[in-house]
């Protein structure tokens, strides 16, 4: 494909993404929130094995991949009628995040995915005001998921996600509604993907103790290419695009410190500072496949390594490897994401087609 064959690609679809931005925008929280800095934190937990894999929250991968449309409703397509996937994290001290999926096309609605996922944080003992033991209880989050894709032309395909959420934490409840907006383009060779999306956007209907938090929104832009005859595929992504700056400042040990004796501050220049700011917006991640149904992944996240490294100590935070495989019409993917030194989650997903169980 040619450099003009491609710009005039994108210049078809540019008013389709164009509306997606007005949208994720005027859809948005007014005052803008970094993902994992709000509450219902389980809606940045990425469902899928295989985008863990490169310590992504989705991707922007043609195919027919349930759990990758799963979080990114702009690859709903009927490609993936009646599959189901499976998923399954085992996160810190007890808590286990789990998901499961269905996709149907519908004759005269589209494509849709039907998906339920959960987060339990294990079981506590309680106490009331004067130490006195209550008995135990339990913590978890539920997010229902229904999603619908559309292919506008060969290139571009736009989705959504209605996403019901809700939270039970001992007898306290709150519920709230989300949305995901995604925009995806794919080149005529299906090379080269990109998906702009605009994730949780919505807000408490019920809280626990009457104030409302806000949804932890982002806008972010992720793509995926493949060298021509090449085995494996370059990712890349740019989060929370609707705050810049996304630097966190240890009280404990901060970036800049003050001579008690001469004044002068030590610590980073503007420029570092300008520089260090863009990285933590950016992840970067390969799939490598080795045969025709094996893959090794690997992700880096800058950010993730800056903030949750140990110091004085060597550690592989911000990290991120998996495996895939395929096995008889079944796809299993592993992963690992090095969190910290002393945690690092397994994600575990399995996706097939029910049809091979109905012919």
């Not at 959960?118 to 079981?123: D, E, K, L, Q, V």
């Not at 993907?193 to 929104?217: C, H, S, W």
Request: hydrophobic fraction near 40%; glycine fraction near 8%.
């Amino acid at each position: 494909m040619t450099l003009r064959t491609k710009i005039y690609e994108l210049r078809k679809c540019s008013p389709v993404l164009c509306t997606f931005l007005i949208l994720a925008f005027f859809s948005s929280p007014a005052k803008a929130q970094v993902a994992g800095m709000s509450t219902l934190s389980i809606l940045d937990m990425p469902a899928s094995a295989r985008a863990a894999g490169v310590g992504f929250d989705y991707l922007s991968i043609y195919g027919d991949d349930l759990s990758l449309a799963l979080c990114n409703p702009s690859l709903i397509t009927d490609r993936l009628n009646n599959q189901i996937s499976v998923g399954y994290v085992n996160m810190f001290s007890g808590a286990n995040f789990g998901s499961v999926a269905y996709s149907h096309a519908f004759k005269n609605l589209g494509a849709f995915t039907f998906g339920l996922q959960f987060g339990s944080y294990g079981r506590f003992e309680g106490y009331d005001e004067n130490d006195q033991p209550t008995g135990t209880f339990t913590a978890a989050d539920y997010v229902m998921t229904i999603g619908w894709g559309h292919a506008v032309d060969d290139h571009v395909s736009i989705g959504v996600n209605f996403k019901p959420i809700l939270s039970q934490y001992e007898n306290y409840t709150a519920l709230a509604l989300g949305f995901d907006l995604a925009a995806t383009y794919v080149s005529t060779d299906k090379s080269f993907a990109a998906t702009l999306m605009g994730r949780n956007i919505g807000a408490q209907l019920m809280t626990f103790d009457g104030t409302a938090e806000p949804l932890p929104f982002e806008l972010s832009l992720v793509g995926s290419y493949k060298l021509q005859d090449a085995p494996f595929r370059l990712m890349f992504a740019f989060n929370e695009l609707q705050t810049w700056d996304l630097a966190y400042e240890d009280p404990l040990n901060p970036s800049s410190v003050v001579d008690p004796f001469t004044g002068e501050v030590s610590g980073m220049t503007d420029l570092e500072r300008t520089l260090d700011n863009l990285a933590r917006h950016v992840n970067v991640g390969i799939e490598l496949n080795i045969k025709t149904s094996l893959f090794l992944r690997l992700g880096y996240s800058y950010r993730q390594m800056v903030e949750m490294k140990a110091a004085d100590r060597f550690n592989t935070s911000g990290f991120s490897f998996g495996i895939g495989f395929t096995v008889k019409g079944f796809q299993f993917c592993y992963s690992r994401n090095n969190y910290h030194l002393s945690q690092a989650p397994n994600y575990i997903s399995v996706t097939t087609s029910l049809d091979r169980f109905f012919r």
